[in-house]
């Protein structure tokens, strides 16, 4: 710590911080340009959408883009400040001044893991915002090129060898379990075709495991007269973790709000995999920049007098590519509930870690 207070220490985060943010820049710029034309391709090509519009829906994705891509900007950061001290001779003279290579991982690495708590406490949660700011808008621009804003709504179907239920709803609510505006259309198999057999309006229809909790609804039958219902089940064969997962995305919600959305889901009877999956990662995320700095930095710190620089820069990105490879391999063996989500999302940045711990001893003690 008393390094990190230090005119050196205070020096040297000034350069890792530079690093960062020249890497922020080059990696935004390209990725903004490449979602840009991304969103011209999918949305302008369905849609009446101008280069504004498009522009517009890239921004909102932006700060999600950003938290995405933070790890490798990180990396790269870190890696272009060592490296910028040990081209200009700066790291030879600290090294000669009897600074050891463990206090050169200290301001990257608290650089690092500062800024992952940044993005978990503060960008995180205005990005789920304009996230679901961008899925709006883009669900409106094409179901305005479709014939209206909110005129199809969200259709469902269920059914098995005895009949279909189509239900239709107005809109789906955060929780992505509850319905509002829903009716249920049931048709029967009678001499082998299927028959329109009632229908059903309700006001709102929450799934629960094996049915519908149908709540203000009014059934009608043909020739028959409307009946008026407070409450009704519908059994139901539709998965709830599947409609879950269909109608909302762990990317919408924030860190604030996924430990009350994963319990509430859990005393409903779901499976929230992917969202506990989801907090995992972002508990980890300050581990993750902590050690990606680290990495960047231990991977630099071979004198350029003594050759193979760009060799040992080469490894340090390739590591941080396998870490994030594996990452993405943890997770979707998380989502199978192959392996427990906190396993996946802390395995790779203990092994990230444990590396940058066994080159830095390799430099300065092997």
């Not at 101008?50 to 891509?69: F, N, S």
């Not at 790269?76 to 001779?89: D, E, F, K, Q, V």
Request: hydrophobic share 55%.
């Amino acid at each position: 710590m008393s390094f990190l207070l230090s005119r050196m220490g205070r020096y040297v985060i000034s350069r890792v911080i530079g690093g960062i943010l020249v890497a922020l820049i080059a990696v935004l710029a390209s990725i903004l340009l490449i979602d840009f034309v991304e969103q011209m391709r999918t949305v302008g090509t369905r849609a009446d959408i101008g280069a504004l519009d498009a522009l517009r829906l890239t921004l909102l994705k932006t700060p999600m883009l950003i938290e995405q891509t933070l790890p490798f900007v990180t990396l790269a950061g870190a890696m272009m400040a060592i490296i910028g001290l040990n081209r200009s001779s700066e790291l030879v003279a600290m090294r000669a001044a009897g600074i050891s290579a463990w206090k050169f991982l200290t301001p990257a690495v608290f650089i690092g893991f500062l800024l992952g708590l940044l993005v978990v406490t503060a960008l995180n949660p205005l990005g789920a915002r304009l996230y679901r700011e961008f899925e709006a808008e883009k669900s409106d621009a094409l179901s305005s090129f479709a014939g209206g804003p909110g005129q199809n709504g969200i259709w469902i179907r269920q059914g098995d060898r005895d009949g279909q239920v189509v239900i239709h709803a107005d809109r789906v609510d955060p929780s992505g379990t509850t319905l509002q505006g829903a009716t249920f259309m049931f048709f029967e198999v009678r001499d082998d075709a299927l028959r329109f057999a009632r229908r059903m309006r309700a006001e709102t229809a929450q799934l629960r495991p094996g049915f519908w909790q149908l709540t203000d609804l009014v059934e009608a039958t043909p020739g028959g007269r409307p009946v008026r219902h407070s409450h009704l089940a519908i059994p139901t064969t539709l998965d709830a973790t599947e409609m879950l997962n269909r109608f909302v995305t762990p990317a919408s919600l924030s860190f604030w709000e996924l430990p009350g959305f994963i319990s509430d889901a859990r005393t409903a009877g779901f499976a929230p995999t992917r969202y506990e999956l989801k907090w995992q990662s972002l508990l980890a995320y300050p581990l993750l920049l902590a050690v990606m700095a680290a990495l960047g930095a231990a991977f630099s710190l071979q004198l350029q007098r003594l050759g193979n620089l760009a060799r040992w820069g080469a490894m340090g990105v390739t590591i941080g590519l396998v870490l994030f490879f594996y990452s993405q391999l943890a997770g979707a063996f998380a989502i199978t509930q192959s392996v427990p989500a906190i396993v996946a999302a802390w395995s790779a940045p203990f092994a990230g870690m444990f590396i940058a711990l066994a080159m830095v001893a390799f430099l300065e003690d092997g």
